[in-house]
């Protein structure tokens, strides 16, 4: 029956008038716009009962305490070793003025550096570059880029956002911008006993970026050739596609401390294991005191290693417990 | 002789208004005229005038650019709509801060968003106000056309033909058929009655439906202008809204005759009554004077919002300190870093692309500190929440639109819904601390009834039945019988008395009366068929004061039935015998005599006076030696009616001898003719007849309660407002309507105050004030719980009339009055005069923070409506200038109950959360900003897309509060009615303060710092970047305040459901759309991030860090603290109040809570 009346009213208005059977829908319609109108409109309205407010904090306890233990057991299962290098690649003579010391495009920026593996590390193991009091979040800098540029190489004109890496010689720079300019170039080499550890530094950006972002016609062009050099140089013969430490480093960090990945080691390590690390201190961080650490580290589902959440979801947890408590103690002692 | 047409410039006829109520009514607008009319009495001087020849426009126009009479409602037309309308916008001072912030961010220096995010939030509020007023214009649009293109006979070449409105011009002839719409103001030359009367109703002009008698100069009725030529010269003041009066000289012919009032007729009005008129076109178009008082209601402005800018004011320091903070920051590490920043990667201060290196937008070290607090302006603008100015009124639309459709506001009667004319205060409707309410009309229904009389010092009043429809009364007119329309209950003894003519000394003096009373009016009677019967016709009386209106009918139903009125003469059928009066004179109604008398050349040759008047005027002229019992019997029976609530008239008589009659005639001709101070004559002539009159008797009218009005004060009393009474009517009707209406009890101790000079006003007042305290400490030593018991335990009324209050306000007293008043739970103020009533209000509203409500019907009450902070005003049977001028429109006064209790209370509700509510969600999403600033070198970066930002309070927070502000309810409006004292939370200020304005910033606070620091913490060190932490951060806040809204929602409908769900939906929805741009920084970010558990954890984690602390105050707060809404509301949920020493409630209501 229902049916019937919602094909003829859809269909034919004319029969709305003069099927008596429409009515009774019509009305309910009316009512309940009429409810509507008198603000009376079928609501649900709760309210705060001790016995519910209990139940919810222990609830929420007894839901946060375990996500936060096994959010903090998953942190904890991520090996990490951390080596800050900055100061210590800098030979002795040059201490006292490292400027100096990595500007000097003659001298050799090669380093060595010793890493123990306390715990077995299982692959793959992430080789990340992290650099402290760096703000690639400064305002001049994130707007020194153009992403047109990026996806479109010399066809798009306006590039006016670059400056003042935006053209050098009269010509324009590809890629342009502050960001790209200050391209991170300190290069890693890790050795386990003598052999050599492969370094995947494929797909280390990601795929969007490559994909959409950055151009497949897109080559380097009069990069890096002006009087003052900001960072890593690039391959004028491989498209910006493809150049994915530069496509990771210009995905700028949200905070002033960061790690930019560098590459994949596809092996496990073993406890006790010692690897040299061969390193060529490039950048300069120097200039105004930017730390720089070499992280090797495995992963969990929750990423890296960061006790930080999982504490707090104890915490919130516990508090929760700890009110519902406190409530239950007051309730039954000041039962209203 | 022009007796028809005596009073010109003194008011139109519809001054009078009963006598012993004495409707001061018009008292104001009368003052106002006198003025004018002293000014005016001179001659109109030819530059202050303008000059109509009759039926030559050329002429009348070559000299002045008087206007046509097409109109323009509509404001804007196609090519100016742009450039006005965003005139007209850009008056507000929000839209102008909108304007200045994105001018700003044009500057390339100061460019912190893109050009189209920058502007969206203007462009999207200026299109949507756009497109409301174009929408609203092309109404207007379409109104005036049809209104421009009706049709009008016009005198063209000797003949009446037909002419577009729009065309008419100042100086046509027009003629007017019955039923007709005026179309210009036009002065009457002549109408179909031999007598030059026209009838008009000016229900478009001022609402009032009866029917107005308009003349047309003896001078100009035998005229006939297809036949020849009129010509002639009026001479009339300059436009001006004044609908009540006109002044004007017309030369025809080489005589001068002078034009008032009463003789032009208004567009607007419709012709009745009357089968055609013809007049000369005066003023036009938009000169008319129902277009110059087409102007719109004042605008006022809520005690919320005047709160609230103090609380604008604290964020805009805020705002600054914010900004300050930063721009300090900056230039510390600008200072410190000064070296470094040539080539510092992410500055690099220097460029060297072209040969020196030199500056890149680098301005120095202040200009870049300057250019920072500039841009940190711009990055934390929402903190003065514009968005709200614009969502307030949103809401206030909303909460008007749900007050118009309720039912319960809906007057049956009258088929009047509830009007918003204000849009600006609907939730001081929820604060209201005193009332102030007319009587008539408003208390009482102005519809008279007539009750008892006092006839020859015997009172009338025992076994009343209905009138009979004895053939003997009804007159045959036509065949027909004529029965006056309304029936009047009769005492059988009286209409035996009256039925028996006039052989008995006795019987003669009934006669007498009720000729007098159907007399001694200016009564229209009207004949119209009656419906249900054929053979009967009935009897209208058109008048325009409801208390002759009913004097009238009882005429006519103890057999005195006025049937006919003409110019010289009127009708009256007594007993079934038509008999004819010459009305010789007719002196009005003014406030100054307070009577009216009527000079009637009778059938038997003699020449009688008439006059009615309140007792008061009228025992002064009535001849106190002869039938001095029968005078004290009247007296007595006076004050019987008067406590009875009954409004009385005393009625007189007095034969006129020839020689008396002569020298009245000729001082009236003098007087009615002259030019200068016509209405001072007239008044002098009045008083000279009105004199050594003999009693007749008095009459007793009932102005009937109307409905639910004793309920009405009763629940307003108990929702702790003060309800203010003020009238024109005398003492002793007042505090019997006082009684009758439950606003005095007997349980009450009453302070009367009637001084007729400053020392005794002081004196009274002095004493006043010292009994009322008494009467405190008495109370206050028995219940020492409070100030707040006082009233209530021993409540003291105080009533006071004009004269008191003539000495008193406007002098030092008024402290004194305002003290004892405000220590009275009930003040009644007698014979008060309109502007006295305006100056009561204001002695209220200048002393207190509380606010004051006026409600009244007449125009009376128009100064003391726009003085209070609400003006209500009933549109009821006294014409619509009430209504235009208040805020808010009703058909009875007992829906002010459910106004004040339900609505005022919801909007008041309502509004004081949302405020706070933006305050918050504005404020939250900028200390977000504000913190991540701190990490980004003081630079101003968002990590938040400047989209999102935009975006933040048009779409993703703004529907949600707006649905609540319009649909939450926090009581059912059965609570709120069954317990009044709900109503304190409105005067506690409990939906918006101070106190409450911190708890939500240190709530602000604490959650801007969860939203930012979880994921600060979470990711620090990590590969994340700027966008996706941004995203993460967008979807947090816009989570979180959402949920806080949601927290607060008393009522879930599913249409709450559905804008908070709603609103989080759409936000993930534009930001996977923002993040879907390649050219965007953050392209596929939203992705990326919500593959990670991460990213659910820390939006998880946040919003229960965040709601927790608000949740246990809150809960708290409403456990062990709990104001009475909180209890009502638990109370309605559980059944039972909760048991609780707190419960108060039902125990001690006008009370507050404590927790006020």
Same mark, same amino acid.
């Given at each position: 029956?229902?049916?019937?009346?919602?094909?003829?009213?859809?269909?034919?208005?004319?029969?709305?008038?003069?099927?008596?059977?429409?009515?009774?829908?019509?009305?309910?319609?009316?009512?309940?716009?009429?409810?509507?109108?008198?603000?009376?409109?079928?609501?649900?309205?709760?309210?705060?009962?001790?016995?519910?407010?209990?139940?919810?904090?222990?609830?929420?306890?007894?839901?946060?305490?375990?996500?936060?233990?096994?959010?903090?057991?998953?942190?904890?299962?991520?090996?990490?070793?951390?080596?800050?290098?900055?100061?210590?690649?800098?030979?002795?003579?040059?201490?006292?003025?490292?400027?100096?010391?990595?500007?000097?495009?003659?001298?050799?920026?090669?380093?060595?550096?010793?890493?123990?593996?306390?715990?077995?590390?299982?692959?793959?193991?992430?080789?990340?570059?992290?650099?402290?009091?760096?703000?690639?979040?400064?305002?001049?800098?994130?707007?020194?880029?153009?992403?047109?540029?990026?996806?479109?190489?010399?066809?798009?004109?306006?590039?006016?956002?670059?400056?003042?890496?935006?053209?050098?010689?009269?010509?324009?720079?590809?890629?342009?911008?502050?960001?790209?300019?200050?391209?991170?170039?300190?290069?890693?080499?890790?050795?386990?006993?003598?052999?050599?550890?492969?370094?995947?530094?494929?797909?280390?950006?990601?795929?969007?970026?490559?994909?959409?972002?950055?151009?497949?016609?897109?080559?380097?062009?009069?990069?890096?050739?002006?009087?003052?050099?900001?960072?890593?140089?690039?391959?004028?013969?491989?498209?910006?596609?493809?150049?994915?430490?530069?496509?990771?480093?210009?995905?700028?960090?949200?905070?002033?401390?960061?790690?930019?990945?560098?590459?994949?080691?596809?092996?496990?390590?073993?406890?006790?294991?010692?690897?040299?690390?061969?390193?060529?201190?490039?950048?300069?961080?120097?200039?105004?005191?930017?730390?720089?650490?070499?992280?090797?580290?495995?992963?969990?589902?929750?990423?890296?290693?960061?006790?930080?959440?999982?504490?707090?979801?104890?915490?919130?947890?516990?508090?929760?417990?700890?009110?519902?408590?406190?409530?239950?103690?007051?309730?039954?002692?000041?039962?209203? | 002789?022009?007796?028809?047409?005596?009073?010109?410039?003194?008011?139109?006829?519809?001054?009078?208004?009963?006598?012993?109520?004495?409707?001061?009514?018009?008292?104001?607008?009368?003052?106002?005229?006198?003025?004018?009319?002293?000014?005016?009495?001179?001659?109109?001087?030819?530059?202050?005038?303008?000059?109509?020849?009759?039926?030559?426009?050329?002429?009348?126009?070559?000299?002045?650019?008087?206007?046509?009479?097409?109109?323009?409602?509509?404001?804007?037309?196609?090519?100016?709509?742009?450039?006005?309308?965003?005139?007209?916008?850009?008056?507000?001072?929000?839209?102008?801060?909108?304007?200045?912030?994105?001018?700003?961010?044009?500057?390339?220096?100061?460019?912190?968003?893109?050009?189209?995010?920058?502007?969206?939030?203007?462009?999207?509020?200026?299109?949507?106000?756009?497109?409301?007023?174009?929408?609203?214009?092309?109404?207007?649009?379409?109104?005036?056309?049809?209104?421009?293109?009706?049709?009008?006979?016009?005198?063209?070449?000797?003949?009446?033909?037909?002419?577009?409105?729009?065309?008419?011009?100042?100086?046509?002839?027009?003629?007017?058929?019955?039923?007709?719409?005026?179309?210009?103001?036009?002065?009457?030359?002549?109408?179909? #009655?031999?007598?030059?009367?026209?009838?008009?109703?000016?229900?478009?002009?001022?609402?009032?439906?009866?029917?107005?008698?308009?003349?047309?100069?003896?001078?100009?009725?035998?005229?006939?202008?297809?036949?020849?030529?009129?010509?002639?010269?009026?001479?009339?003041?300059?436009?001006?809204?004044?609908?009540?009066?006109?002044?004007?000289?017309?030369?025809?012919?080489?005589?001068?005759?002078?034009?008032?009032?009463?003789?032009?007729?208004?567009?607007?009005?419709?012709?009745?009554?009357?089968?055609?008129?013809?007049?000369?076109?005066?003023?036009?178009?938009?000169?008319?004077?129902?277009?110059?008082?087409?102007?719109?209601?004042?605008?006022?402005?809520?005690?919320?919002?005047?709160?609230?800018?103090?609380?604008?004011?604290?964020?805009?320091?805020?705002?600054?300190?914010?900004?300050?903070?930063?721009?300090?920051?900056?230039?510390?590490?600008?200072?410190?870093?000064?070296?470094?920043?040539?080539?510092?990667?992410?500055?690099?201060?220097?460029?060297?692309?072209?040969?020196?290196?030199?500056?890149?937008?680098?301005?120095?070290?202040?200009?870049?500190?300057?250019?920072?607090?500039?841009?940190?302006?711009?990055?934390?603008?929402?903190?003065?929440?514009?968005?709200?100015?614009?969502?307030?009124?949103?809401?206030?639309?909303?909460?008007?639109?749900?007050?118009?459709?309720?039912?319960?506001?809906?007057?049956?009667?009258?088929?009047?819904?509830?009007?918003?004319?204000?849009?600006?205060?609907?939730?001081?409707?929820?604060?209201?601390?005193?009332?102030?309410?007319?009587?008539?009309?408003?208390?009482?229904?102005?519809?008279?009834?007539?009750?008892?009389?006092?006839?020859?010092?015997?009172?009338?009043?025992?076994?009343?039945?209905?009138?009979?429809?004895?053939?003997?009364?009804?007159?045959?007119?036509?065949?027909?019988?004529?029965?006056?329309?309304?029936?009047?209950?009769?005492?059988?003894?009286?209409?035996?008395?009256?039925?028996?003519?006039?052989?008995?000394?006795?019987?003669?003096?009934?006669?007498?009366?009720?000729?007098?009373?159907?007399?001694?009016?200016?009564?229209?009677?009207?004949?119209?068929?009656?419906?249900?019967?054929?053979?009967?016709?009935?009897?209208?009386?058109?008048?325009?004061?409801?208390?002759?209106?009913?004097?009238?009918?009882?005429?006519?139903?103890?057999?005195?039935?006025?049937?006919?009125?003409?110019?010289?003469?009127?009708?009256?059928?007594?007993?079934?015998?038509?008999?004819?009066?010459?009305?010789?004179?007719?002196?009005?109604?003014?406030?100054?005599?307070?009577?009216?008398?009527?000079?009637?050349?009778?059938?038997?040759?003699?020449?009688?006076?008439?006059?009615?008047?309140?007792?008061?005027?009228?025992?002064?002229?009535?001849?106190?030696?002869?039938?001095?019992?029968?005078?004290?019997?009247?007296?007595?029976?006076?004050?019987?009616?008067?406590?009875?609530?009954?409004?009385?008239?005393?009625?007189?008589?007095?034969?006129?001898?020839?020689?008396?009659?002569?020298?009245?005639?000729?001082?009236?001709?003098?007087?009615?003719?002259?030019?200068?101070?016509?209405?001072?004559?007239?008044?002098?002539?009045?008083?000279?007849?009105?004199?050594?009159?003999?009693?007749?008797?008095?009459?007793?009218?009932?102005?009937?309660?109307?409905?639910?009005?004793?309920?009405?004060?009763?629940?307003?009393?108990?929702?702790?407002?003060?309800?203010?009474?003020?009238?024109?009517?005398?003492?002793?009707?007042?505090?019997?309507?006082?009684?009758?209406?439950?606003?005095?009890?007997?349980?009450?101790?009453?302070?009367?105050?009637?001084?007729?000079?400053?020392?005794?006003?002081?004196?009274?007042?002095?004493?006043?004030?010292?009994?009322?305290?008494?009467?405190?400490?008495?109370?206050?030593?028995?219940?020492?719980?409070?100030?707040?018991?006082?009233?209530?335990?021993?409540?003291?009324?105080?009533?006071?009339?004009?004269?008191?209050?003539?000495?008193?306000?406007?002098?030092?007293?008024?402290?004194?009055?305002?003290?004892?008043?405000?220590?009275?739970?009930? $003040?009644?103020?007698?014979?008060?005069?309109?502007?006295?009533?305006?100056?009561?209000?204001?002695?209220?509203?200048?002393?207190?923070?509380?606010?004051?409500?006026?409600?009244?019907?007449?125009?009376?009450? $128009?100064?003391?409506?726009?003085?209070?902070?609400?003006?209500?005003?009933?549109?009821?049977?006294?014409?619509?200038?009430?209504?235009?001028?208040?805020?808010?429109?009703?058909?009875?006064?007992?829906?002010?109950?459910?106004?004040?209790? $339900?609505?005022?209370?919801?909007?008041?509700?309502?509004?004081?959360?949302?405020?706070?509510?933006?305050?918050?969600?504005?404020?939250?999403?900028?200390?977000?900003?504000?913190?991540?600033?701190?990490?980004?070198?003081?630079?101003?970066?968002?990590?938040?897309?400047?989209?999102?930002?935009?975006?933040?309070?048009?779409?993703?927070?703004?529907?949600?509060?707006?649905?609540?502000?319009?649909?939450?309810?926090?009581?059912?409006?059965?609570?709120?009615?069954?317990?009044?004292?709900?109503?304190?939370?409105?005067?506690?200020? #409990?939906?918006?303060?101070?106190?409450?304005?911190?708890?939500?910033?240190?709530?602000?606070?604490?959650?801007?710092?969860?939203?930012?620091?979880?994921?600060?913490?979470?990711?620090?060190?990590?590969?994340?970047?700027?966008?996706?932490?941004?995203?993460?951060?967008?979807?947090?806040?816009?989570?979180?305040?959402?949920?806080?809204?949601?927290?607060?929602?008393?009522?879930?409908?599913?249409?709450?459901?559905?804008?908070?769900?709603?609103?989080?939906?759409?936000?993930?929805?534009?930001?996977?759309?923002?993040?879907?741009?390649?050219?965007?920084?953050?392209?596929?970010?939203?992705?990326?991030?919500?593959?990670?558990?991460?990213?659910?954890?820390?939006?998880?984690?946040?919003?229960?860090?965040?709601?927790?602390?608000?949740?246990?105050?809150?809960?708290?707060?409403?456990?062990?603290?709990?104001?009475?809404?909180?209890?009502?509301?638990?109370?309605?949920?559980?059944?039972?109040?909760?048991?609780?020493?707190?419960?108060?409630?039902?125990?001690?209501?006008?009370?507050?809570?404590?927790?006020?």
């Amino acid at each position: 029956m229902e049916l019937v009346v919602a094909a003829s009213t859809s269909t034919d208005s004319a029969l709305v008038r003069t099927i008596p059977i429409h009515s009774p829908r019509r009305h309910r319609r009316n009512a309940a716009f009429s409810e509507f109108k008198q603000q009376n409109l079928p609501a649900c309205k709760p309210v705060l009962k001790p016995a519910y407010v209990i139940t919810t904090f222990l609830l929420i306890g007894f839901f946060f305490i375990p996500v936060g233990l096994v959010t903090l057991r998953a942190s904890r299962t991520v090996v990490e070793i951390v080596d800050r290098y900055d100061a210590e690649c800098v030979p002795e003579p040059f201490r006292a003025d490292k400027v100096s010391f990595i500007k000097d495009i003659s001298l050799s920026k090669n380093c060595s550096r010793i890493l123990k593996v306390r715990k077995h590390m299982k692959a793959p193991i992430y080789i990340y570059y992290q650099l402290d009091n760096y703000y690639q979040n400064h305002r001049r800098y994130v707007k020194s880029r153009s992403d047109q540029q990026l996806l479109h190489g010399l066809k798009s004109k306006d590039t006016s956002s670059c400056n003042p890496e935006e053209s050098n010689n009269g010509l324009p720079i590809v890629p342009c911008g502050l960001i790209a300019w200050s391209l991170f170039n300190d290069t890693y080499t890790l050795i386990r006993g003598t052999e050599k550890l492969s370094i995947n530094r494929k797909k280390i950006a990601w795929e969007s970026d490559r994909n959409s972002k950055f151009g497949k016609q897109v080559y380097p062009f009069n990069f890096q050739n002006g009087t003052l050099i900001g960072g890593g140089k690039l391959d004028p013969k491989i498209p910006l596609s493809d150049q994915e430490d530069l496509i990771v480093w210009m995905r700028t960090a949200a905070l002033p401390s960061f790690r930019k990945l560098y590459g994949r080691i596809e092996e496990d390590l073993e406890a006790d294991d010692v690897i040299v690390v061969h390193l060529m201190n490039n950048y300069n961080t120097y200039s105004f005191g930017g730390k720089k650490k070499l992280v090797l580290s495995t992963s969990s589902w929750l990423g890296g290693r960061n006790d930080f959440l999982g504490v707090s979801y104890i915490f919130v947890g516990g508090s929760s417990v700890i009110l519902s408590i406190v409530f239950m103690l007051l309730h039954m002692k000041n039962s209203r | 002789m022009d007796s028809q047409n005596p009073c010109e410039g003194e008011i139109s006829l519809n001054q009078w208004k009963g006598g012993n109520s004495v409707r001061e009514v018009r008292h104001g607008s009368r003052g106002g005229d006198l003025e004018m009319l002293g000014l005016s009495q001179k001659e109109i001087g030819d530059d202050d005038a303008r000059l109509v020849y009759l039926n030559e426009p050329v002429k009348s126009n070559e000299r002045y650019e008087f206007s046509g009479n097409s109109i323009r409602t509509s404001k804007y037309s196609a090519f100016s709509f742009l450039p006005r309308n965003l005139f007209r916008q850009f008056h507000r001072v929000a839209y102008i801060y909108f304007l200045i912030i994105a001018v700003l961010n044009q500057l390339p220096q100061l460019a912190v968003f893109g050009r189209g995010a920058s502007i969206m939030p203007l462009a999207f509020v200026l299109s949507v106000t756009a497109v409301k007023d174009a929408y609203e214009d092309w109404r207007r649009h379409r109104s005036d056309r049809v209104e421009n293109n009706r049709l009008a006979w016009v005198l063209v070449d000797d003949q009446f033909q037909q002419k577009k409105w729009k065309d008419i011009q100042v100086g046509e002839i027009i003629r007017i058929q019955t039923n007709e719409t005026l179309p210009c103001d036009m002065v009457l030359l002549s109408t179909s #009655e031999p007598t030059g009367v026209a009838y008009v109703q000016t229900v478009n002009l001022d609402g009032e439906s009866n029917l107005k008698t308009r003349y047309a100069k003896q001078e100009t009725l035998p005229r006939i202008p297809e036949k020849e030529m009129i010509n002639g010269l009026i001479k009339c003041e300059r436009p001006n809204r004044n609908i009540y009066g006109f002044q004007a000289n017309m030369e025809i012919e080489g005589k001068r005759l002078s034009l008032g009032p009463s003789n032009i007729l208004l567009r607007g009005c419709e012709l009745k009554n009357t089968a055609w008129a013809i007049g000369v076109a005066v003023y036009c178009g938009r000169e008319t004077k129902a277009m110059l008082n087409s102007s719109g209601a004042s605008s006022k402005r809520s005690q919320l919002e005047t709160l609230m800018n103090f609380e604008t004011i604290i964020l805009s320091v805020f705002l600054i300190v914010l900004c300050s903070i930063v721009s300090i920051c900056a230039a510390v590490w600008l200072r410190r870093r000064r070296d470094e920043l040539d080539i510092l990667p992410f500055y690099r201060r220097k460029d060297f692309a072209h040969g020196d290196p030199k500056d890149f937008n680098y301005y120095g070290w202040g200009l870049e500190i300057f250019f920072t607090f500039l841009m940190s302006v711009i990055v934390f603008q929402i903190m003065i929440p514009i968005s709200l100015y614009i969502s307030m009124e949103l809401v206030r639309v909303g909460q008007a639109y749900f007050m118009i459709r309720d039912m319960i506001l809906y007057d049956e009667d009258s088929n009047s819904r509830f009007q918003c004319r204000s849009l600006n205060i609907n939730e001081d409707l929820g604060q209201i601390k005193y009332v102030f309410s007319d009587k008539t009309g408003t208390l009482t229904e102005n519809k008279m009834e007539f009750q008892r009389a006092s006839i020859w010092g015997v009172d009338y009043s025992d076994g009343r039945t209905s009138s009979q429809n004895d053939p003997v009364q009804g007159s045959k007119i036509d065949g027909k019988i004529l029965q006056p329309k309304m029936k009047v209950k009769v005492d059988p003894q009286l209409l035996e008395l009256s039925r028996r003519g006039k052989d008995t000394k006795g019987a003669k003096n009934v006669h007498d009366f009720f000729l007098a009373l159907a007399a001694c009016n200016t009564i229209v009677p009207l004949v119209v068929d009656d419906r249900l019967d054929s053979t009967v016709k009935l009897l209208d009386y058109q008048g325009e004061s409801p208390d002759e209106q009913a004097l009238a009918y009882a005429a006519a139903a103890y057999g005195f039935m006025l049937t006919e009125r003409t110019s010289g003469h009127i009708i009256i059928s007594i007993q079934g015998e038509r008999q004819r009066f010459n009305v010789l004179g007719l002196h009005e109604f003014d406030s100054d005599r307070k009577r009216m008398s009527v000079i009637l050349g009778c059938p038997d040759k003699t020449v009688k006076v008439f006059v009615k008047g309140a007792d008061t005027s009228m025992f002064s002229v009535i001849d106190r030696s002869l039938n001095t019992n029968i005078i004290h019997a009247t007296e007595a029976h006076l004050q019987t009616y008067s406590s009875m609530g009954l409004r009385t008239l005393v009625i007189g008589i007095r034969e006129l001898n020839n020689s008396e009659f002569e020298q009245w005639h000729l001082e009236f001709e003098a007087a009615s003719t002259a030019i200068i101070g016509r209405a001072a004559l007239l008044r002098k002539v009045a008083s000279n007849v009105e004199n050594s009159l003999t009693i007749l008797g008095a009459s007793a009218i009932e102005d009937k309660l109307q409905q639910g009005v004793p309920e009405a004060i009763e629940s307003l009393r108990t929702a702790g407002i003060k309800v203010w009474v003020l009238t024109g009517d005398k003492q002793e009707t007042a505090i019997s309507i006082g009684y009758s209406s439950k606003l005095l009890t007997s349980k009450m101790t009453s302070i009367i105050i009637n001084s007729n000079s400053k020392e005794s006003s002081r004196k009274s007042l002095e004493d006043a004030l010292v009994a009322s305290k008494k009467l405190m400490i008495v109370s206050g030593t028995t219940h020492n719980t409070g100030p707040s018991d006082e009233a209530a335990v021993n409540p003291v009324a105080l009533i006071i009339d004009g004269t008191s209050l003539v000495y008193i306000l406007d002098s030092e007293l008024e402290e004194q009055l305002f003290e004892l008043a405000s220590r009275c739970s009930v $003040v009644l103020c007698c014979r008060v005069a309109p502007l006295q009533k305006a100056g009561i209000v204001s002695l209220v509203k200048n002393r207190t923070r509380d606010m004051t409500l006026s409600i009244g019907d007449g125009a009376n009450d $128009v100064s003391m409506i726009q003085m209070a902070d609400v003006g209500v005003g009933i549109s009821g049977r006294e014409g619509q200038q009430a209504v235009m001028a208040s805020d808010f429109a009703m058909g009875q006064f007992r829906f002010l109950v459910p106004l004040l209790l $339900v609505h005022g209370h919801w909007n008041y509700q309502r509004m004081g959360y949302m405020i706070l509510y933006n305050f918050y969600r504005n404020a939250v999403f900028v200390l977000i900003l504000f913190w991540y600033v701190l990490f980004t070198s003081f630079s101003l970066t968002t990590a938040i897309t400047e989209w999102s930002s935009m975006l933040y309070s048009i779409i993703y927070t703004a529907l949600p509060t707006i649905v609540v502000g319009i649909l939450d309810k926090d009581l059912s409006r059965r609570t709120l009615l069954k317990y009044p004292q709900l109503y304190g939370a409105g005067h506690r200020r #409990e939906a918006y303060n101070s106190k409450l304005f911190w708890l939500t910033m240190i709530d602000t606070l604490w959650q801007s710092v969860a939203v930012f620091f979880i994921p600060l913490y979470a990711y620090w060190a990590s590969t994340i970047d700027g966008s996706s932490i941004g995203d993460l951060w967008t979807l947090a806040v816009v989570i979180l305040v959402n949920l806080h809204l949601a927290m607060d929602i008393i009522r879930w409908s599913w249409i709450s459901h559905a804008v908070i769900w709603g609103s989080i939906i759409a936000t993930f929805i534009c930001v996977i759309i923002i993040d879907s741009v390649p050219i965007f920084a953050g392209y596929w970010a939203i992705f990326h991030v919500a593959k990670t558990e991460l990213f659910w954890l820390c939006l998880l984690a946040i919003v229960a860090a965040a709601l927790i602390p608000r949740f246990v105050v809150k809960f708290l707060y409403q456990y062990y603290s709990p104001c009475d809404i909180q209890i009502a509301r638990e109370a309605e949920k559980f059944g039972s109040p909760r048991e609780s020493p707190n419960t108060k409630i039902e125990t001690n209501p006008i009370l507050g809570s404590p927790h006020g």
